[in-house]
Protein backbone atom coordinates (compact mmCIF):
# COMPACT_ATOMS: atom_id res chain seq x y z
CA UNK A 1 0.00 0.00 0.00
CA UNK A 2 2.61 2.46 0.96
CA UNK A 3 4.59 1.46 -2.54
CA UNK A 4 0.92 2.56 -4.25
CA UNK A 5 1.08 5.64 -2.23
CA UNK A 6 4.78 6.47 -3.27
CA UNK A 7 4.29 5.89 -6.49
CA UNK A 8 0.80 8.11 -6.74
CA UNK A 9 2.90 11.17 -5.13
CA UNK A 10 5.58 10.95 -7.79
CA UNK A 11 2.79 10.67 -10.86
CA UNK A 12 0.99 13.74 -8.99
CA UNK A 13 4.81 15.55 -8.20
CA UNK A 14 6.07 15.27 -11.94
CA UNK A 15 2.39 16.46 -13.07
CA UNK A 16 2.68 19.28 -11.13
CA UNK A 17 5.98 20.73 -12.06
CA UNK A 18 5.44 19.57 -15.74
CA UNK A 19 2.40 22.93 -15.35
CA UNK A 20 -0.81 20.21 -15.90
CA UNK A 21 -3.41 20.27 -14.85
CA UNK A 22 -5.66 17.11 -13.69
CA UNK A 23 -9.58 17.91 -14.50
CA UNK A 24 -11.98 15.28 -13.44
CA UNK A 25 -13.89 13.41 -16.07
CA UNK A 26 -17.04 14.45 -14.87
CA UNK A 27 -16.34 17.98 -16.57
CA UNK A 28 -15.33 16.76 -19.90
CA UNK A 29 -18.24 15.85 -22.00
CA UNK A 30 -17.28 12.21 -24.12
CA UNK A 31 -19.09 11.03 -26.65
CA UNK A 32 -20.18 7.83 -24.70
CA UNK A 33 -23.38 7.88 -22.22
CA UNK A 34 -20.88 6.11 -19.58
CA UNK A 35 -19.21 8.55 -17.34
CA UNK A 36 -16.29 6.67 -15.52
CA UNK A 37 -13.98 7.62 -12.79
CA UNK A 38 -11.04 8.79 -14.97
CA UNK A 39 -8.88 12.00 -14.89
CA UNK A 40 -7.98 13.66 -18.30
CA UNK A 41 -4.58 15.65 -18.04
CA UNK A 42 -4.79 18.84 -19.74
CA UNK A 43 -1.66 20.88 -20.39
CA UNK A 44 -2.59 24.44 -19.54
CA UNK A 45 -1.54 27.65 -21.09
CA UNK A 46 1.25 29.53 -20.34
CA UNK A 47 1.36 32.93 -22.25
CA UNK A 48 4.59 33.41 -23.99
CA UNK A 49 7.17 35.81 -22.19
CA UNK A 50 6.96 39.27 -23.68
CA UNK A 51 10.01 41.01 -24.38
CA UNK A 52 11.21 44.04 -21.84
CA UNK A 53 12.29 47.17 -24.32
CA UNK A 54 15.70 48.46 -22.88
CA UNK A 55 16.27 52.80 -22.40
CA UNK A 56 17.96 53.62 -25.90
CA UNK A 57 19.92 56.62 -26.90
CA UNK A 58 17.49 59.05 -28.18
CA UNK A 59 19.09 60.28 -31.60
CA UNK A 60 18.25 64.03 -30.77
CA UNK A 61 21.91 64.94 -29.77
CA UNK A 62 22.42 66.90 -26.36
CA UNK A 63 22.79 70.83 -26.29
CA UNK A 64 26.33 71.15 -27.06
CA UNK A 65 27.73 72.89 -23.65
CA UNK A 66 31.68 72.92 -25.63
CA UNK A 67 32.66 75.07 -28.24
CA UNK A 68 35.58 75.76 -30.39
CA UNK A 69 38.32 78.04 -28.45
CA UNK A 70 38.28 81.89 -30.86
CA UNK A 71 41.26 81.15 -32.79
CA UNK A 72 41.00 77.43 -33.61
CA UNK A 73 41.64 75.96 -35.80
CA UNK A 74 45.39 76.94 -36.14
CA UNK A 75 47.22 75.86 -38.80
CA UNK A 76 50.91 74.93 -37.35
CA UNK A 77 54.32 73.00 -38.37
CA UNK A 78 54.02 70.10 -36.23
CA UNK A 79 55.95 70.93 -33.27
CA UNK A 80 55.25 67.70 -31.33
CA UNK A 81 56.86 65.58 -33.89
CA UNK A 82 59.55 67.49 -35.79
CA UNK A 83 61.63 64.49 -37.26
CA UNK A 84 58.05 63.59 -39.05
CA UNK A 85 58.18 66.64 -41.12
CA UNK A 86 55.76 66.45 -44.10
CA UNK A 87 55.73 63.06 -43.12
CA UNK A 88 52.75 63.46 -40.58
CA UNK A 89 49.17 64.96 -40.79
CA UNK A 90 47.05 65.55 -37.32
CA UNK A 91 44.82 67.42 -35.13
CA UNK A 92 45.49 67.92 -31.65
CA UNK A 93 44.51 70.22 -28.80
CA UNK A 94 42.89 70.40 -25.39
CA UNK A 95 39.17 70.68 -23.92
CA UNK A 96 38.81 72.99 -20.85
CA UNK A 97 35.67 73.40 -18.31
CA UNK A 98 34.12 76.39 -17.48
CA UNK A 99 36.93 76.92 -15.04
CA UNK A 100 39.29 77.42 -17.47
CA UNK A 101 41.07 73.71 -16.35
CA UNK A 102 41.91 71.16 -18.95
CA UNK A 103 38.85 68.56 -18.82
CA UNK A 104 40.34 64.86 -18.79
CA UNK A 105 38.34 61.82 -20.35
CA UNK A 106 36.14 63.23 -23.30
CA UNK A 107 36.30 61.46 -26.32
CA UNK A 108 37.58 63.52 -29.29
CA UNK A 109 36.03 62.20 -32.77
CA UNK A 110 37.14 62.97 -36.38
CA UNK A 111 35.21 61.66 -39.00
CA UNK A 112 35.15 62.37 -42.99
CA UNK A 113 37.48 61.84 -45.94
CA UNK A 114 40.46 62.43 -46.71
CA UNK A 115 40.90 62.41 -50.43
CA UNK A 116 39.25 58.70 -50.96
CA UNK A 117 40.14 57.12 -47.36
CA UNK A 118 37.35 57.47 -44.62
CA UNK A 119 38.24 58.75 -42.00
CA UNK A 120 37.13 57.50 -38.70
CA UNK A 121 39.38 58.06 -35.71
CA UNK A 122 38.97 59.45 -31.93
CA UNK A 123 40.91 59.78 -28.66
CA UNK A 124 41.06 60.44 -25.54
CA UNK A 125 41.36 64.12 -23.48
CA UNK A 126 44.57 63.21 -21.26
CA UNK A 127 46.10 60.90 -23.69
CA UNK A 128 48.37 62.50 -25.53
CA UNK A 129 52.11 61.10 -24.85
CA UNK A 130 54.24 63.72 -23.34
CA UNK A 131 51.20 66.39 -23.36
CA UNK A 132 52.72 67.96 -26.18
CA UNK A 133 49.56 70.40 -26.37
CA UNK A 134 49.63 70.78 -22.21
CA UNK A 135 47.45 68.99 -19.41
CA UNK A 136 44.22 67.30 -21.06
CA UNK A 137 45.59 67.00 -24.52
CA UNK A 138 44.38 64.98 -27.61
CA UNK A 139 46.13 63.77 -30.50
CA UNK A 140 44.66 62.30 -33.26
CA UNK A 141 47.26 61.56 -36.29
CA UNK A 142 45.14 61.89 -39.69
CA UNK A 143 47.80 60.74 -42.25
CA UNK A 144 51.72 59.82 -43.22
CA UNK A 145 51.71 62.93 -45.31
CA UNK A 146 50.52 66.42 -46.03
CA UNK A 147 47.12 66.52 -48.10
CA UNK A 148 44.69 69.20 -49.03
CA UNK A 149 40.94 68.90 -48.07
CA UNK A 150 38.00 71.27 -47.96
CA UNK A 151 35.04 70.70 -45.53
CA UNK A 152 35.34 67.10 -45.77
CA UNK A 153 36.56 66.55 -42.04
CA UNK A 154 34.58 67.49 -38.80
CA UNK A 155 35.81 67.19 -35.21
CA UNK A 156 33.18 66.28 -32.21
CA UNK A 157 33.45 66.07 -28.35
CA UNK A 158 31.81 63.06 -26.93
CA UNK A 159 31.86 62.01 -22.79
CA UNK A 160 32.37 58.51 -21.84
CA UNK A 161 28.74 57.56 -22.82
CA UNK A 162 29.17 58.40 -26.73
CA UNK A 163 27.23 61.45 -25.42
CA UNK A 164 27.57 64.11 -28.14
CA UNK A 165 28.66 67.47 -25.96
CA UNK A 166 29.99 69.91 -28.98
CA UNK A 167 28.37 70.06 -32.25
CA UNK A 168 30.48 69.32 -35.39
CA UNK A 169 33.19 71.67 -36.51
CA UNK A 170 34.14 71.17 -40.04
CA UNK A 171 37.53 72.02 -40.65
CA UNK A 172 39.81 72.16 -43.76
CA UNK A 173 44.06 70.33 -44.09
CA UNK A 174 46.36 72.04 -46.26
CA UNK A 175 49.22 69.76 -47.93
CA UNK A 176 51.48 72.48 -46.68
CA UNK A 177 54.16 71.04 -43.91
CA UNK A 178 54.27 74.44 -42.24
CA UNK A 179 50.19 74.17 -41.59
CA UNK A 180 50.07 69.71 -40.69
CA UNK A 181 48.94 70.21 -37.17
CA UNK A 182 45.42 71.32 -36.91
CA UNK A 183 44.81 72.77 -33.50
CA UNK A 184 41.09 73.50 -32.01
CA UNK A 185 40.32 73.54 -28.98
CA UNK A 186 37.47 73.02 -27.05
CA UNK A 187 35.49 75.39 -23.94
CA UNK A 188 32.67 74.78 -22.27
CA UNK A 189 29.83 76.72 -21.96
CA UNK A 190 29.98 79.09 -18.59
CA UNK A 191 25.89 77.99 -18.20
Known amino acids: MVKKMHKALIFIS ?47 PLSAIYFPQPGTPAYIANFA ?11 AGQ ?17 GKLGNTVVDAFSMTGLAEGDPYGPGGYEIKLANQTFSTNGSLAIQVFDLDAR ?28
Open 164 to 191: PLSSPLVFDTFSDCSKNLIVINFTRDQN
Open 14 to 60: IFMLSGCVLIPSELIQTPSAVVTNTVTILPTHTPAPTATLEPTATST
Open 95 to 111: VFGPDGLPVLNLIVSVK
Open 81 to 91: RPAKGCNWLGV
